[in-house]
């Protein structure tokens, strides 16, 4: 028996002209699918489609739970397509490998000619698409040597460009550069085809000109994505900033091409997006405007960016005097702001520059060709993460260069020094004190950025000719806003992952009004995006804690109520209100908070790498780094859905992460028992709900990825002793033996909090009872369910005394949803209901639902105000109208 599941764009439409590749990620039922040889794809005809597959995620049976999926670039992409699994028996218990035991290469499914190949040698990697050839040298200083399009090489020595700045001159009085460029130290193929490959590239800037004796800072991994067919390959460059903040001051970031030209000047062409999908079109010497009109098809041909005919055709006013009319051979865009872009350009170095336009927003592309082809560039979130900036030089000689620009060299430099003093907090009485008055948990020597991290997405274009307007604006919006095949939320719901939620239902009035709800919650916050400008290099994809009435501002500069750095869980939200709706624009925004609260609110190296920060005026901050900020909890979504590789590295850093407790108390400044605790690796005090939820998140997605025992086993024992505690969850905290990766089951004490279960701690609990036979798990996470929201009587009749620190009522009204669903009890759903409806200190009024705009002379500039939304409590509000509708949805009145 085979079993098909529909996939569709996520758009709603297939891409326009040509796609280039893409790949998607999918779940599977438990115990049905062996691996991924067993699927294979077909487009909306049934025609069988080349396919590549592998697995993301194995069920505890070994049968498959998420694979990857790939598939070739095509000139006609069908509108959907049907993945399709044999239905057969899963392996049995003996058969079965462990999770993740498997190749990782998966076994691709290929249909039809399609192929990507990659050649190996000593010294380097080839690898060619079928349209397109890249040739990547295993180390130096060149990201590839050479990018070829039917024989003809249209860029080469692609490299990473950086500048560093000593200081700021309004300061220091005067300030120098030096100029970085990327060393390649290692290249992995990871991928190999046949209809996806990918490398891996990993290296450092390295000072110029100095040898191996210059400095080096900036370690950098960059990939490169081919698929059969394609001519164009993507590019993902992601760096840890690990300078001096004091005195380390980057002034530039970016990649550079060479592109060699070769005709003559007036068929050479320029190609400059900006915005709204218009383009700059011109030559390096132009032929229209002139005085003498060379001839309509002389002009017509290269507006076009056709070959001119022979100029022995062309008016000989024009073609006798072609030196006489300059070639312009530099152009810049630069985009320092979400709101203006600026355009110019120079005949050469040494003289100046003529203003072409400005706009709005650039879309981040560019293209150099002749009419022989070229090279096409694209930056995915070019505005949203300004300053950018894009740079042609040469283009009337041999070689020219397309530097995109990351990071603009004519913005101001890069500035993360903390933003203020200290103002005295130098005791944990004194921060304490600060905590009361701004909220901000500063402590000396924490607020520093070393080791915070920023990924790039980029698409390179080999062009066989200059492209027609149509194709460029094509390129640029994929470029832009890449084409993505996914599942339905119907056919997601019904394999069983993520826990609790449900497709999106309006069929009762009830139900209507609470969708409706969420609905506004969603626009208001995208709209806030846009009216307050939450974008920029380190700030896209975050937003912000709590707002400011008065001011009519969020509180973007009072300590911890401006970045809220996943503070309950917006990443949640987000992403299960994708996965119930299937919504483009809220699978965009919650990428976009992906990529940034999983690189820019973490640490990838040094003394906290694995931690994130707490909300904070700047995103590094804040003195609390904690395990609940870079749970995978809030990643594996994306991963999973996309199959994303640099997010895969995201999870992988943190297999080890209960390490931290060992250098880095995150309650050291509270701990009630702080005279006697002194951490060591036998006696670690681990919280229950945020520590712990982080850590069986990161044992969990381990285990599923690749099979760790050492995960397993650490995810499994930590359950059982849970369970085996007189208390369970109620207990607050245990002492976690790192070497043995057990907890001592011996505490008998009772502590709760209203932050335990509001990053992640619910969603990961509830699929680990559906994973894990574990009935003393069960028992006590149930426990904890009932009583949180429980009556004094009901909690001091089953522990002895009435629990404290119970707040966020209505969005621990999902615990006793939860607790009611498993145990069918009517009455427990009605006082989850009660608890929703009367426990939203915010969102408990229709009044919370509408919007009033402020206008100038107050606000700089028009913007929306939800009244009663004022903090980040919206997205438990969220979570907690997603969770109690899939669970006691029948139950809502």
């Known amino acids: 028996m085979t079993d098909s599941t529909l996939i569709r764009w996520i758009d709603g439409e297939a891409p326009a002209g040509t796609s280039n590749g893409t790949t998607w990620g999918m779940p599977f039922p438990r115990g049905t699918v062996h691996g991924p040889d067993a699927l294979t794809v077909t487009d909306a005809g049934g025609a069988g489609v080349a396919s590549q597959a592998w697995p993301l995620a194995t069920w505890p049976d070994g049968s498959l739970k998420w694979a990857g999926i790939a598939l070739p670039a095509t000139d006609s992409p069908s509108a959907s397509y ?65 990018l070829v399009r039917d024989g003809r090489t249209v860029s080469r020595d692609a490299r990473l460009v950086s500048l560093l700045q000593d200081g700021i001159p309004e300061e220091a009085g005067t300030a120098s550069r030096q100029q970085f460029t990327g060393e390649v130290t290692a290249v992995v193929l990871e991928q190999d085809g046949p209809v996806r490959a990918v490398v891996r590239l990993e290296g450092h800037h390295r000072q110029d000109n100095t ?68 383009f700059l079109t011109e030559a390096v010497r132009g032929l229209t405007g002139l005085r003498r009109d060379p001839g309509a098809d002389v002009r017509a041909a290269q507006v076009a960016g056709r070959a001119t005919p022979s100029t022995d055709t062309w008016n000989p006013e024009v073609s ?25 350009k120079r005949t050469a170095p040494g003289h100046g520059w003529v203003g072409i336009s400005g706009g709005t927003r650039s879309a981040g592309f560019c293209s150099l060709s002749d009419t022989r082809g070229g090279l096409g560039i694209g930056i995915k979130d070019f505005w949203q993460s300004h300053p950018g900036q894009l740079d042609i030089r040469g283009a009337a000689g041999t070689d020219a260069t397309v530097t995109a620009w990351l990071y603009s060299p004519e913005a101001q430099p890069m500035d993360l020094r903390f933003y203020h003093d200290g103002l005295g907090q130098d005791t944990f009485e004194e921060q304490l004190e600060g905590l009361e008055i701004t909220y901000e948990d500063y402590e000396p020597g924490f607020g520093h950025p070393t080791g915070i991290a920023r990924t790039h997405e980029l698409t390179l274009f080999a062009y066989d000719a200059t492209p027609s307007a149509e194709s460029l604006a094509a390129d640029a919006a994929a470029a832009s806003s890449p084409a993505l095949l996914q599942a339905t939320p119907e056919y997601l719901h019904s394999v069983g992952v993520f826990g609790d939620w449900d497709p999106v239902d309006r069929g009762t009035p009830a139900r209507a009004r609470l969708e409706d709800h969420l609905d506004f919650l969603f626009d208001f916050y995208a709209g806030q995006v846009e009216q307050r400008r939450w974008y920029g290099f380190w700030n896209y994809g975050d937003v912000m804690h709590t707002y400011d009435f008065d001011r009519h501002v969020w509180r973007y500069d009072v300590g911890g109520y401006a970045w809220d750095n996943s503070e309950l869980s917006p990443d949640l939200w987000l992403w299960y209100s994708y996965l119930r709706s299937g919504r483009a624009d809220i699978f965009r925004f919650a990428e976009a908070m992906t990529r940034h609260t999983g690189e820019v609110d973490v640490y990838h190296l040094g003394p906290w790498k694995g931690l994130g920060s707490r909300h904070n005026v700047q995103h590094w901050g804040c003195s609390a780094k904690q395990l609940r900020i870079s749970t995978p909890a809030y990643r594996r979504f994306y991963y999973y859905l996309t199959a994303d590789e640099r997010t895969g590295d995201l999870l992988t850093e943190l297999v080890d992460s209960d390490q931290n407790f060992l250098g880095l108390d995150p309650v050291r400044k509270v701990r009630p028992d702080a005279d006697t605790y002194r951490p060591n690796r036998g006696a670690l005090g681990v919280g229950l709900g945020t520590d712990w939820g982080s850590l069986a998140a990161t ?115 999902r615990l006793s949803a939860y607790a009611a669903a498993r145990l069918q009890d009517r009455d427990l759903a009605a006082r989850a209901w009660e608890s929703f409806s009367e426990g939203g200190e915010h969102l408990n009024h229709e009044s919370a639902f509408t919007l009033r705009t402020i206008e100038p002379p107050q606000v700089l500039l028009p913007v929306d105000e939800a009244p009663t939304v004022s903090t980040n409590d919206t997205a438990q509000f969220g979570l907690a109208v997603i969770q109690n509708l899939a669970l006691i949805g029948q139950h809502l009145r």
């Open 211 to 278: 040898g191996s004796e210059g400095r080096c800072w900036l370690p950098f991994v960059v990939r490169f994505y081919f698929y059969a067919n394609a001519r164009s390959v993507r590019m993902v460059h992601s760096f840890i900033w690990d300078g001096n903040a004091d005195r380390d001051f980057l002034a530039g970031l970016g990649v550079r091409f060479t592109v060699p030209l070769e005709t003559e000047l007036h068929n050479r062409h320029i190609r400059i997006a900006g915005a709204d999908g218009g």
């Open 82 to 146: 049907q993945v399709r699994h044999d239905a057969g028996a899963a392996p049995t218990d003996g058969d079965a490998p462990p999770p993740g035991a498997h190749d990782a290469q998966g076994v691709p499914a290929a249909l039809g000619g399609a192929r990507v190949s990659v050649t190996e040698s000593p010294d380097a990697f080839t690898v060619d698409t079928g349209a397109l050839q890249m040739q990547i040298s295993r180390s130096g200083s060149t990201l590839f040597t050479s």
């Open 699 to 813: 044992w969990l997605t381990d285990w599923e990825r690749t099979g760790n025992p050492r995960s397993r086993d650490r995810l499994l024992g930590t359950m059982a002793d849970i369970g085996a505690l007189k208390y369970g969850f109620l207990t607050g905290e245990a002492l976690y033996n790192l070497d043995k990766g057990r907890f001592d089951t011996g505490r008998e004490m009772i502590s709760v909090s209203h932050l335990s279960a509001v990053f992640g701690l619910v969603e990961i609990c509830s699929e680990l009872v559906d994973l894990v036979d574990d009935p003393e798990f069960e028992r006590a996470w149930l426990q904890y369910c009932r009583l949180f929201l429980g009556t004094k009587e009901e909690q001091v009749a089953e522990v002895g005394e009435p629990l404290a620190g119970i707040y966020l009522t209505q969005a621990h009204s």
């Open 320 to 344: 006798e005097r072609l030196h006489l009319i300059p070639s312009w051979g530099d152009y810049t865009l630069t985009q320092l702001s979400a709101d203006g872009f600026e355009l110019r």
